[in-house]
């Protein structure tokens, strides 16, 4: 299972963004960022809570908030969000402690101004990093033949286990009498 796509946002607009596939191998969400928002929003407004992923489909959605010191005194701290989008049942650990590295790199990297103004064309130069901290995670299409090949080797182990129970359980019934 792999990364698809992951993406940075703050006040909902979307600074930066890495898709990990051939647009056209793969439909994904629409309107991902804005249903990310709204999911978002009702889990701080009705449970006072984060959410930390979610699945929709055949994929999981993981999210991780950083909080962005304001430039005035007077204003409260604002959430920087970065999101992952993969495949089912993907190592959500290595996934969470790679957007971990994202977002600590990225606001090591640009300042409070630089993202609380948006400026997405400075971001850009970021995209080639995701590919580093994504690693061994990203989508291509050899890592979903491998996957689909270990599944069917995985079935193919288990069904020789049964199998070799049920012979196991034959002989032993057969030795009883």
Do not use: C, W
């Amino acid at each position: 299972m792999s990364v698809l796509e992951t993406a940075v946002f703050f006040q909902g607009e979307t600074l930066l963004e890495k898709q990990f596939y051939a647009k056209t191998e793969q439909e994904m969400i629409p309107g991902r960022t804005n249903l990310i928002k709204a999911i978002t929003t009702m889990a701080e407004s009705a449970f006072d809570d984060e959410i930390k992923h979610f699945v929709v489909g055949d994929h999981e959605i993981m999210l991780k908030s950083h909080d962005i010191d304001p430039i005035d005194e007077d204003m409260a701290k604002m959430p920087l969000y970065m999101y992952a989008i993969a495949e089912k049942n993907i190592n959500k650990k290595a996934v969470e402690e790679s957007m971990d590295e994202a977002l600590f790199q990225f606001t090591n990297r640009f300042s409070t101004h630089d993202i609380m103004e948006k400026k997405k064309s400075l971001f850009q130069e970021f995209v080639d990093r995701f590919d580093k901290i994504f690693k061994g995670l990203i989508y291509t299409p050899d890592a979903k033949k491998t996957a689909k090949a270990l599944k069917k080797m995985e079935e193919a182990q288990r069904y020789a286990e049964r199998q070799a129970q049920r012979s196991q359980n034959y002989t032993n019934s057969i030795n009883r009498f």
